[in-house]
């Protein structure tokens, strides 16, 4: 597929920069800019989403319109920002950038919207986060291309609807289940991002190494790869801290033994798992016998917001099989304590839930209520 522009043109609205990463430093930021992939195949991993959003863009360019609206949902760091800047990149359309905690008022987000030029993208990070009465205004900016302004106040008060230039909006989520139905059903694509297999990160990484000036030999890839939660951005991140590490104390080289040191120096254990995630899990087991507790209750023993604990952290615990969502609360599996290293309690039932458990049936990730 041609790429009519190296890179994507990109304006940043309001506070655009959370749609990087609402964690990440000036450094990560920069460094994320320079790693980010800028074409479709330069995506990796991720194949169902990328065929499918291939055809989707291919069909919209033979019939010279913009594509359907996308809906990008998934776990921080997966690629959904890249994605959104490639769409822009693969269309050779300018790619506009926001968040949905940046869109107080509904004004805000009409000026946006009829500030975009014919067939630009306009992306919109945690867009569950958006302010109701802009979601209103953006189910007629979606369907219609219009929106409808609102001149005085008070029973004086007149909406004139105003056109708005042809576009398409890329919404990127961690929680699709918090969408409202009548936002949800407005994107004609909804692309589920899942974590990458270790093969795949270690493509990212070696990618990056290269795009980095490091020198990364296949057991030190394989090392970070295997302790990256299945996500690039933090592989990407512990590829920078072994790099440190490798210019500091060795030779420059990142190898097995460097990568291994390195990590744990750093804290990382050999599941990926960092200092939160342990401390979730700690919480869990022995603060709460195993559970089960509320997400609310959990977040405050480690000190961390609820959406924190359960957008950051749980998606890839339970992933992992260390962690299940039940309606009753959050239970640490078998798996979990021997990963501890704390004994089984005696006589007390335990989850016997092995890697790649995901939520127990009948419970739902956005359904639970917290104890
Ligand atoms: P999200 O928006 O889902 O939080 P980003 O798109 O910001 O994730 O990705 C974070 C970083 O991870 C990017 O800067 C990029 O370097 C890297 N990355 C993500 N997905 C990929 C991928 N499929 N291929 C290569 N690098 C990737």
Known sequence: MSAPFDRPLVAEFGSGDAAVSPQAGDEERVVESALRPHSLEDFIGQPKVSRQLALVLEGARRRGRPPDHVLLSGPPGLGKTSLAL?????????VKITSGPAIERSGDLAAMLSNLGAGDVLFIDEIHRIARPAEELLYMAMEDFRVDVVVGKGPGATAIPLEINPFTLVGATTRAGLLTGPLRDRFGFVGQMEFYEPAELQ???DRSAALLGVELTEEGSAEIAGRSRGTPRIANRLLRRVRDYAEVKADGRVT???????LALYDVDDLGLDRLDRSVLEALVVRFGGGPVGVATLAVAVGEEPHTVEEVCEPFLVRAGLLARTPRGRVATEAAWLHLGHPLPRGGAVLGAGPGTSELPGSSSETLFDA
Request: aromatic share 0%.
């Open 86 to 94: 490639i769409i822009g990149s693969e269309l050779g359309t300018a």
């Open 203 to 205: 493509q990212v990484l």
């Open 256 to 262: 097995l033994a460097v990568a291994q040191a390195a």
